[in-house]
């Protein structure tokens, strides 16, 4: 708690959240906000925008409500944004802790499986993994997790590495603590701190993967998603840019919002730190 | 009886491709009850004896006997019980300590780990613990990083003292601390003394600190042990040129108490 009012204190911070918490709404009341199928034809096609009150933002080349179309891809991008950094930040939080605690052979290992899965273009690892596999939700979390669960890993690993050589660690081994108890007690605690600030902007980083996916042809077919309001909206952009330019709008906001947020996410964590 | 024997215990370092050598073929002996000063310049390797007596770090070799015992060839649960009798108190009076602990919680740990008193009278030992350091038990409520460095330090000790320890290691414990509360704090470690009689292996670049505390003195140069005597032969008659620097780097250094616990900065 004592963090969220922290956080609230930077402009950043309270700028991010203010508009995450915004679209967090839009995307749990989207049926009531929105009701009906999006991806329903439900007017003329390519109604201008702003020009009938009951589709304000137009409508694309089927005749479907643009704005139920961005109501309900909030849904989406959130949804793949946030699930596949939770993946990438549980895998990357078991490979770090494992490597930085078991050292040795086990820590290179796994390191170099990290290296491996760094240098493949985490983007070219997500389309691979889509296309073999055949797009739906699920499938497109994995892929994006599979590209970006490296950076929390690497972090995790150093986090734990540098903490175990702390003073305070020393301290609790001198006074007979049980290595279990050090590594949950001791080490954990102070070592997520930095890795969350991380998840946010794998949050971004997934929700624009996601959107790419989309917009190649390769998210799922049954949802409607910005990227693919972008990708629909490009065949017509002469005549109507308006189809491509409100779900881009809605992305660019997103994205911008979550790095808002972590940059004072990281003030926040970087002032207790000074503090501490 | 000896309470601490260190035979020829040697450590190397490989850094960068440099090979370091931190302690070479150290011996010492400490009673129960005495204080002996561990002195030497920075990176003479007194923090690194300091660290392979607590079994922070393993030595290459040479042996180590505590009460009797082989100190080295401990492990695992045993080693953990045995921790109890040789407690360590640290230069860094912010960095020996969770961020998250507080005062609490820090006097609480070696009271449940080595269940010193019952869970319900826990409470009542930390009062009587900060009572003994001097500090004041409203203090148990508070984040370790809100109160000041000597009273970290006090703290320090009251964690140190609460599993009765028979051998405290300070590693520079008032180095860190303002001069003027330095001499409270060295008095309060000659008054524990006295009155449990614990050994203290007390690593110091000052002679001056040392001097207010110390029985013996063994100087420290390069690794190797260069000089070792009652603490006022030391330092009225410093034979080694390492002796002789660390005399000279303390301008007004003169005995006055075998065991004074005067500190004159
Ligand atoms: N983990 C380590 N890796 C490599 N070299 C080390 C390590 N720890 C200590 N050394 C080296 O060993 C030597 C002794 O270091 P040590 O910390 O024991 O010195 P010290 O007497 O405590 O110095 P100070 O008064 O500065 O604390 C130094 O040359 C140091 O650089
Ligand atoms: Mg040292």
Redesign the pocket.
């Known amino acids: 708690m004592r963090l969220v009012r922290n956080l609230i204190g930077t402009p950043e911070g309270a700028i991010g959240l203010g508009i995450l918490v915004l679209l967090a709404l839009v995307a749990l009341f989207a049926p009531v906000l929105s009701p009906g199928d999006p991806l329903r034809i439900a007017a003329r096609p390519l109604l201008a925008p702003f020009t009938d009150p009951s589709f304000p933002l137009g409508t694309d080349r089927l005749g479907r409500d643009v704005l139920a179309g961005i109501i309900h891809g909030t849904r989406t991008s959130l949804a793949v944004g946030i699930a596949a950094a939770l993946a990438a930040i549980a895998i990357g939080l078991c490979v770090g802790l494992t490597a930085g605690f078991a050292g040795g052979l086990v820590d290179e290992a796994l390191m170099r499986v990290v290296d491996a899965f760094q240098i493949v273009p985490s983007f070219l690892l997500a389309l691979a993994f889509v296309s073999v596999i055949g797009a739906s939700v699920p499938v497109v979390v994995i892929a994006i997790a599979l590209g970006a669960w490296a950076d929390p890993a690497r972090l995790t690993r150093a986090q734990v590495l540098s903490i175990r050589e702390r003073d305070y660690v020393a301290s609790a081994r001198v006074i007979g603590t049980h290595p279990v108890e050090i590594a949950l007690r001791e080490i954990l605690p102070n070592a997520l701190p930095p890795v969350l600030a991380l998840s946010a902007i794998i949050v971004a980083a997934a929700i624009l993967t996601e959107a790419a996916l989309s917009f190649l042809g390769l998210g799922d077919p049954n949802v409607v998603t910005w990227g693919s309001m972008i990708a629909e909206g490009r065949n017509v952009l002469r005549s109507s840019p308006s189809l491509s330019i409100f779900p881009g709008i809605a992305l660019v906001v997103t994205v911008v919002a979550v790095y808002l947020f972590s940059e004072g996410l990281t003030k926040t964590i970087g002032r207790g730190r000074r503090i501490a | 009886m000896t309470l601490l024997e260190i035979n020829n215990l040697s450590k190397h370092?490989?850094?960068g491709g440099r090979d370091?050598t931190?302690l070479d073929d150290v011996s010492l002996t400490l009673d129960p009850g005495q204080t002996l000063g561990l002195a030497?310049?920075?990176?003479?390797?007194?923090?690194?004896?300091a660290r392979i007596v607590m079994r922070l770090l393993p030595p290459d070799g040479g042996s180590i006997r505590f009460a009797g015992e082989d100190w080295l060839a401990l492990s695992g649960k045993d080693l953990r019980r045995r921790r109890a009798k040789i407690q360590m108190v640290f230069q860094d009076v912010l960095g020996a300590f969770n961020p998250r602990a507080t005062v609490a919680s820090v006097l609480d740990d070696p009271l449940r780990i080595h269940e010193i008193v019952p869970k319900s009278d826990r409470p009542r030992k930390i009062a009587e613990l900060l009572d003994r350091v001097g500090l004041q038990a409203n203090l148990a409520d508070r984040s370790i990083r809100d109160v000041s460095g000597g009273q970290r330090q006090r703290i320090a000790i009251a964690r140190a003292i609460a599993t009765d320890p028979a051998l405290i290691v300070l590693?520079?414990a008032v180095s860190a601390l303002d001069v003027s509360i330095r001499g409270k704090v060295l008095e309060l470690l000659v008054e524990l003394q006295r009155e449990r009689d614990i050994a203290y292996l007390f690593?110091s670049?000052d002679l001056a600190v040392l001097r207010a505390v110390s029985h013996r003195i063994t100087v420290?140069d390069g690794?190797r042990l260069v000089e070792t005597g009652p603490a006022r032969q030391v330092i009225d008659n410093p034979q080694s040129t390492a002796a002789r620097a660390l005399v000279s780097a303390v301008p007004r250094l003169r005995i006055q108490t075998p065991q004074g616990h005067s500190y004159e900065p």
């Open positions: 370092f490989r850094s370091v931190a030497g310049a920075s990176g003479s390797g007194k923090s690194t004896l590693d520079e690593v670049h420290m690794g």
